[in-house]
């Protein structure tokens, strides 16, 4: 099960004096239960990558395959792709709309034709998934916190029961407990219902704590993809195009780099306390 | 000296209404808030989403009003109508969302809006232009649509247009939190030169602890009030109090905490990554060579 961009150019206002062409040449596959975060500066493509994903934009050339089929093919039902690829947007409490949380919530999979049974049971668990107790059902969604309403926004999407959730900054403008909320809840989705999740996110502490694998983005290509702990090794790389690593990650580098012996490559939090711990001990010889 | 914000026993209500318009509850979104900011000062605001952060900083340039209390901004209450004006040329707001504050087709009218229309003369108004857009590092783009601006150059340009006012304060409401990591940097360092350099004052309303460990002051505010205040150093030593409003320490403390309860006798007043640096390089000494 996959998505597989093959080749795949996109060119805003072609033929336009603002012609400006946000992906070169991407070709990447999205597998079965991976964890991804995409990186890279305002205006490298990450947008556009993700809308390409679930057919909201077309490729001006090559093609995108959902699970070996192309989506531009007539006969590939689109509505059905945006249910399996599910896209939660930036600030996706904007567009909460309905007058209650339940009934927001079962917009989507009543959009895609479920069963009335389903849309109920989907609906529930979706909620229940995200956190929002029953107690919320019938609240207005617009006197939820922020971090809830960002939380009834996701559960609308994992109500049409998606394979693949891709998530652009679902972190962003929240407080730290809000943040890890939100983070926690991608991880639990992504290791107790195993789904596959891309998330876009400006803060490198929380891809090194939250992805497996890491796509970086700059122009419009995707520049390195690998494993989280490989993409930060290339520190110096990852300045130059505005990015940089987490400041655990510099402050092992530079530890390293006077001499102090810490083992391995170190990227999260638990890992990089454990290191340095190991490390002092090591260097005073046990006598601390 | 005059204080740039004197803020006395601030209370700010509203009310939350049903969907059919009635009154559902009364909210005290800010609760007896007393400080004051001197003029020059490099002012933090934290607090979790929902604390008052936004509805405090909104009566600063007289964007509400409050229920109780006063707010004088160098010395002029903000319920003085025919002190409006002048408030809002002292204190500038720079919001949030960078396309919602803009208002002109280029750069350098979007930021002449202002001055302009406090009655500066044409003269004085292109000269105050020109260094307003210096100051922020945005002259090379000055004849540009503010469309074709990065997130964080529309920020430049927002701060830009209240500098072109002469404003005495700049008060910025979560301006950096859609930004990338380069926008917020660039916001930043724009903020903390003027402060430095034009003594301005800067007061900073952000989610970001990085971004505030540089401030003379911190303002931490929960539920509506003022629950710790202090230099950064101070107010990070309260982890369990940070905790408790939703907020966390800076990533080198949370590491120095985390060495600590392993049982390493390191200091977790920590700031920088510098600086835990140069304590875990004062253990590895002092046991070195046993």
């Given amino acids: 099960m996959s998505i597989l961009l093959d080749h795949v150019n996109y060119i805003y206002g072609e033929n336009t004096p603002d012609e400006k062409q946000a992906l070169i040449d991407v070709s990447v596959e999205i597998k079965e239960n991976e964890m991804i975060a995409l990186v890279g500066h305002t205006g490298s493509g990450k947008s556009t990558f993700v809308q390409l994903l679930n057919g909201l934009e077309a490729p001006s050339s090559g093609t995108v395959y959902y699970q070996g089929t192309d989506i531009s093919e007539p006969s590939f039902s689109k509505r059905e792709l945006r249910g399996k690829v599910g896209l939660v947007f930036q600030y996706p409490e904007y567009q909460l709309f309905e007058e209650t949380v339940i009934r927001d919530v079962q917009f989507g999979p009543k959009n895609m034709g479920f069963r009335d049974l389903d849309i109920e049971l989907y609906s529930f668990e979706a909620l229940k998934k995200v956190g929002i107790g029953d107690e919320l059902l019938d609240a207005s969604p617009l006197s939820l916190s922020g971090g809830q309403k960002r939380r009834v926004a996701i559960a609308g999407v994992l109500a049409m029961q ?27 989705l992504h290791e107790e219902k195993k789904i596959t999740i891309l998330f876009v996110s400006h803060s490198m502490e929380d891809v090194a704590e939250y992805a497996k694998r890491v796509l970086v983005m700059n122009e419009g290509r995707i520049v390195l993809d690998g494993r989280s702990e490989q993409i930060f090794s290339y520190q110096k790389e990852l300045e130059q195009i505005g990015l940089g690593v987490p400041q655990s990650v510099s402050l092992v580098n530079s530890l390293k780099k006077h ?30 | ?34 400080l004051e900011i001197e003029p020059g000062a490099f002012v933090a605001v934290l607090g979790a989403n929902g604390s008052g952060k936004s509805t405090l900083a909104k009566h600063l340039n007289a964007l509400l009003m409050p229920t109780e209390g006063t707010v004088l901004i160098d010395g002029k209450n903000t319920e003085d109508r025919e002190k409006l004006l002048d408030i809002r040329k002292t204190a500038g707001m720079v919001f949030q969302n960078p396309d919602n504050q803009i208002v002109a087709n280029v750069v350098e009218e979007d930021v002449a809006f202002g001055p302009e229309n406090l009655g500066v003369p044409t003269e004085k108004l292109e000269k105050r232009v020109h260094d307003s857009l210096k100051a ?39 301006a950096t939190a859609m930004l990338d990591p380069v926008g917020r940097k660039q916001v930043l360092q724009a903020v903390l030169e003027l402060n430095r350099e034009e003594h301005i004052t800067v007061i900073l309303i952000t989610h970001f602890m990085e971004e505030v460990i ?24 309260r982890k369990e109090l940070l905790e408790e409003c939703g907020l966390t320490l800076p990533d080198a403390a949370r590491i120095a905490w985390g060495l600590k309860l392993k049982g390493l006798s390191v200091r977790t007043d920590v700031l920088s990554m510098q600086e835990l640096e140069e304590e875990l390089n004062g253990i590895g000494v002092s046991h070195g060579g046993v």
């Avoid at chain 1, 998606?162 to 639990?188: H, N, Q, T, V, Y």
Wanted: aromatic share 6%; with cysteine.
């Fill in chain 1, 162 to 188: 998606p394979e693949f959730l891709i998530l652009d900054e679902p972190a962003a403008g929240l407080d730290p407990a809000g943040k890890r909320e939100i983070m926690e809840l991608l991880k639990s």
């Fill in chain 1, 259 to 288: 001499g102090w012996d810490i083992k391995g490559m170190p990227i999260k939090y638990g890992e990089t306390v454990e290191a340095i711990y190991e490390a002092v001990t090591r260097r005073s010889g046990g006598s601390i």
């Fill in chain 2, 1 to 34: 000296m005059k204080k740039i914000v004197e803020i006395k026993n601030l209370v700010h209500e509203y009310a939350r209404r049903d969907s059919e318009g009635n009154v559902a509850e009364i909210v005290r979104a800010v609760d007896s808030v007393n």
């Fill in chain 2, 136 to 174: 922020v590092d945005l002259f090379e783009e000055r004849k540009k649509s503010p469309n074709r601006l990065s997130g964080g150059q529309k920020q430049r340009a927002a701060i830009a247009g209240i500098l072109a006012m002469r404003s005495k304060c700049i008060i910025l409401d979560e």
């Fill in chain 2, 214 to 237: 540089e401030a003379d002051q911190i303002f931490v505010m929960k539920q509506g009030e003022v629950v710790l205040s202090g230099t950064p150093r101070q107010v990070f030593s």
